[in-house]
């Protein structure tokens, strides 16, 4: 009985405890939901946290995995197009080097062939000797035409002045200016007057190239300068030729050739 007594009061104080604890617990109920409020919100940033955390550190990962890819593609595209500009570089230099070595070939043996020019060059030379070597004969040839010229003036001009000065001829009562008496030989004029004869004052006669190499053919005569030279005759000589006429045809010819152009006419007309 005594054991039910006790626990009765202790049933009693259990009571009075939980309501105490109770009313305790109504009146702390808004702190404590305030502070479970400010508990779960702390947890839930920090569960968020370390979910937004985790999902940055996932992204990084994946960010740095699709980068070093594309790195890595890149960096081979690169590689690639290095080693084919370095190959083609390569294959360029190699293609130069054989034209090279081709047309070297190509130039020295048929187009600049040393041996082949050093007879070119020999060849030029000969002719470059011939050329000269004519030349020089073509130059001889010019300067002695020029001195038979002038001394084929030279004569004609003494010719001239013999012609003009003939009646300074010496004679046997009275000896002439270029032969005076103190002299062993007559004078060279003084042979000239006694080969020409008297003609009145004319105009020199010219004297062209072609007259010139026709007097200095094979066939022409001696050279003048002479005594007997053929440039000094007579009168007729030195006159210029007279130009001979066609002969006087006869009426019966000209009846003719009148009647002959007659007829071509009428058959031109027809």
Do not use: F
């Given at each position: 009985m005594a054991e039910l007594l006790k626990i009765e009061s202790y049933i009693e104080q259990f009571?009075?405890?939980?309501?105490?604890?109770?009313s305790q617990a109504e009146e702390n109920r808004l702190k404590?939901?305030?502070?479970?409020?400010?508990?779960?919100?702390?947890?839930r940033a920090c569960r968020v946290r370390a979910y937004l955390s985790h999902l940055h550190k996932k992204a990084v990962i994946i960010q740095k995995t699709w980068r070093g890819f594309t790195a890595r593609a890149r960096f081979r595209?690169?590689?690639?197009?290095?080693y084919f500009i370095m190959k083609m570089n390569f294959y360029e230099e190699m293609a130069v080097r054989i034209q090279r070595r081709w047309k070297g070939f190509f130039v020295r043996k048929y187009i600049h062939n040393f041996y082949a020019r050093k007879r070119y060059l020999e060849g030029v030379v000969m002719n470059n000797e011939l050329?000269?070597?004519?030349?020089?004969?073509?130059?001889?040839?010019?300067?002695?035409?020029?001195?038979?010229?002038?001394?084929?003036?030279e004569q004609t001009a003494k010719v001239y002045q013999a012609h003009r000065l003939h009646h300074l001829l010496s004679t046997k009562q009275c000896p002439g200016i270029f032969n005076p008496p103190f002299r062993p030989a007559p004078n060279e004029m003084e042979q000239l007057l006694r080969q020409v004869r008297?003609?009145?004052?004319?105009?020199l006669?010219?004297?062209?190239?072609?007259?010139?190499?026709?007097?200095?053919?094979?066939?022409?005569?001696?050279v003048p300068g002479t005594l007997e030279s053929p440039w000094i005759k007579t009168n007729r000589s030195c006159c210029p030729p007279r130009s001979i006429l066609p002969p006087i045809a006869s009426k019966k010819q000209q009846e003719t050739s009148e009647t002959i152009h007659s007829r071509v006419g009428a058959t031109m007309t027809r």
């Open positions: 009571k009075s405890e939980l309501l105490r604890r109770h404590e939901n305030q502070a479970a409020i400010l508990i779960q919100s702390w947890y595209q690169m590689v690639k197009e290095a050329v000269r070597r004519e030349l020089d004969e073509h130059e001889e040839l010019q300067k002695r035409e020029r001195s038979c010229l002038k001394m084929v003036k008297y003609q009145p004052t004319t105009r006669p010219s004297w062209d190239r072609a007259s010139v190499l026709g007097m200095l053919s094979p066939t022409a005569p001696s």
